[in-house]
Nanobody, 123 residues
Framework: QVQLVESGGGLVQAGGSLRLSCAAS????????MGWFRQTPGKEREFVAA????????SYADFVKGRFTISRDNAKNTVYLQMNSLNPEDTAVYYC????????????????WGQGTQVTVSS
């Protein structure tokens, strides 16, 4: 498995931006599809975005299209989530995850997870 550590969360006003980072260690980072998920209390963890190992393909949940951008730097073993035009509904704990198959949006298809980083958007 690969070990993942997220950073970059915090408090931001509505309309603002944040960039989340996820640093990987352990197995070869470039072998993995990388994804971001988020979770709020009482709700299931939901898919946000994913990127293929070679950066050629990206996938987004409908509710973030046009606002969030996922990217990765395989030389730095890091995946990013640029979040723009944030709104209070984006408040959640954001998790980085590593998987093997691009196109899957299920939690069960990602085998390694970070500890999460809190994002809070105030109105």
């Amino acid at each position: 498995q690969v070990q993942l550590v997220e950073s970059g969360g915090g408090l931001v006003q509505a309309g603002g931006s944040l960039r989340l980072s996820c640093a990987a260690s352990g197995r070869t980072f470039s072998n993995y599809v990388m994804g971001w998920f988020r979770q709020t209390p009482g709700k299931e963890r939901e898919f946000v975005a994913a990127i293929s190992w070679d950066r050629s393909r990206t996938s987004y949940a409908d509710f973030v299209k046009g606002r969030f951008t996922i990217s990765r730097d395989n030389a730095k073993n890091t995946v990013y989530l640029q979040m723009n035009s944030l709104n209070p509904e984006d408040t959640a704990v954001y998790y980085c995850a590593a998987g093997r198959r691009f196109g899957s949006r299920g939690v069960e298809d990602f085998g390694s997870w970070g500890q999460g980083t809190q994002v809070t958007v105030s109105s």
